[in-house]
């Protein structure tokens, strides 16, 4: 445009009369106007059932500016799956039934005491393998559970014996009157054993308690598998060998000598900076989640709740003493003799109240006196001892040189799962549970076929090759 046009349409505009500029989208036409008007006389309509006042002036307010409310059959604003969410639900306890198919309870006694093993068990199958899995200190057998499940779900005819060492989970232990069968009370009794002797005893006789209890004749192969302590138990009950050959193999979880030793020394510190008490067993499962103890929500909704016991309104929120534990089950009324009322958690009269709160079912700050010799040459039994070796860690910074050496003159197999916590076989069971199953068929000699000598079944007017194939 020239200035001549530019000079001559500003004297035009010049001319004509003012008005202000519309705001977007309010500019109509006549016959548009006349329609506002008749609309703005009708009533407004009433709101629907699903819709409350808010909705409802909203929606007014949205046709005067021409914005479009969404119909609420669209969903458009549904969390997404996956959000973060309050829902309480979603720490509610799993029952043990989704992954064993049941549990056994296996009395034993001794001159000095009366035991009541408790193991989670689901029974192998057309001469499957049986996994023997041993937890860790301060943990049950419901450690294993999720990764159970995964062993299952990869060898159909496999079985999982999961056990309760004493002083955890279910497995009730009283010590005896010499000669009678009388239980002691908690002040004779002392401190609960828990040597490393003694736990791979236990572990033994639970394997051969369970034997004649499901009615085996022989016991099948097996994979002998251990997290933190129960590792160091394994290992030394493949080193006894009282299990013969049915053992196959045995697997350690997350535990090193070196490392283990070293982790004591702030094992104290660790224990204080725990709560001592839940709300309840939700609360519990939140705690374990949330400071990331276990990674994997659905393993601690499973396993969190056998950690914590009740505490009655009348007694201490103290943990429960290692020297005395009352039986869960009530199938087992008769076979244990009433605990004397002097134990802090001994049911009351008001027993029948609903629990307050919840503490520690096994106090770990009094097995304080077993710590060191729980994992005292465990490096050396781990690569001396008969049968395939497997160790599983979360980190390759926790090999001491033992090991290191070992593993460079491959005298085992070693897996790193560097996403995972401590709690490996929980944090990420599924890749725990293909691991073992791996294991278990390179050690499986059932399943091995030699091959045949070379010029075997000449005779015959065949010749076969070194692997068997016939040569033609």
Request: charged share 20%; glycine share 10%.
């Amino acid at each position: 445009m020239s200035d001549l046009q530019r000079a001559f349409a500003k004297a035009k505009l010049a001319g004509l009369p003012f008005n202000p500029p519309m705001p977007p989208g309010t500019l109509i036409e006549d016959e548009d106007d006349e329609q506002l008007e008749d609309d703005e006389l009708r009533p407004l309509p009433e709101p629907s059932p699903d819709d409350d006042s808010s909705s409802a002036s909203s929606a007014s307010s949205a046709s005067s500016t021409g914005t479009i409310r969404p119909s609420p059959s669209k969903h458009l604003f549904v969390r997404p799956k996956g959000y973060p969410t309050n829902d309480r639900k979603a720490l509610d306890p799993l029952p043990w039934t989704d992954y064993f198919s049941q549990e056994l309870y296996l009395p034993h006694i001794t001159p000095t005491a009366r035991t009541v093993f408790h193991v989670y068990i689901t029974p192998p199958a057309n001469k499957g393998p049986l996994f023997v899995t041993h937890h860790g200190a301060g943990s049950s057998g419901l450690s294993f559970a999720v990764c159970a499940s995964e062993i299952k779900r990869a060898v159909p005819d496999a079985g999982i014996l999961s056990v309760d060492a004493r002083g955890h989970g279910e497995t009730v232990y009283q010590r005896l009157k010499p000669g009678t069968l009388e239980t002691l009370g908690e002040e004779a009794g002392g401190v609960l054993d828990l040597s490393l002797e003694t736990l791979s005893e236990d572990l033994f006789t639970m394997v051969q308690l369970t034997k004649a209890k499901m009615g085996w004749a022989e016991l099948p192969g097996m994979i002998l598998v251990g997290h933190s302590l129960g590792g160091a138990v394994v290992v030394d009950a493949a080193k006894q060998g009282k299990l013969g050959n049915a053992v196959l193999g045995y697997a350690v979880l997350d535990v090193v000598e070196g490392s283990a030793i070293d982790a004591l020394q702030s094992m104290q510190t660790y224990l204080s900076s725990r709560p001592t008490t839940f709300p309840s067993i939700s609360a519990g499962i939140e705690w374990h989640t949330r400071t990331r103890t276990l990674r994997n929500p659905l393993s601690a909704r499973v396993s969190v709740p056998s950690l914590l016991c009740p505490v009655p309104p009348s007694a201490s929120p103290t943990p429960t003493p290692l020297s005395t534990y009352t039986p869960i089950s009530p199938s087992l009324k008769g076979t244990l003799t009433p605990l004397p009322s002097s134990s802090s958690l001994t049911p009351s009269s008001n027993a029948s109240l609903p629990p307050t709160s919840y503490t520690w079912r096994t106090n770990l700050a009094a097995t304080h006196p077993f710590w060191h010799s729980w994992f005292l040459s465990l490096s050396s039994k781990f690569l001396s001892a008969r049968g395939g070796k497997l160790l599983l860690l979360a980190g390759t910074d926790r090999l001491d040189k033992e090991l290191m050496i070992g593993q460079m003159q491959g005298k085992y197999q070693l897996v790193v799962f560097p996403d995972a916590g401590h709690f490996i076989q929980e944090d990420l069971p599924g890749k725990t549970a293909g691991v073992l199953v791996d294991f278990w068929r390179r050690n499986d000699g059932r399943g091995l076929q030699l091959p045949r000598k070379v010029g075997e079944g000449v005779g015959e007017g065949k010749r076969e090759g070194i692997f068997g194939g016939r040569v033609v």
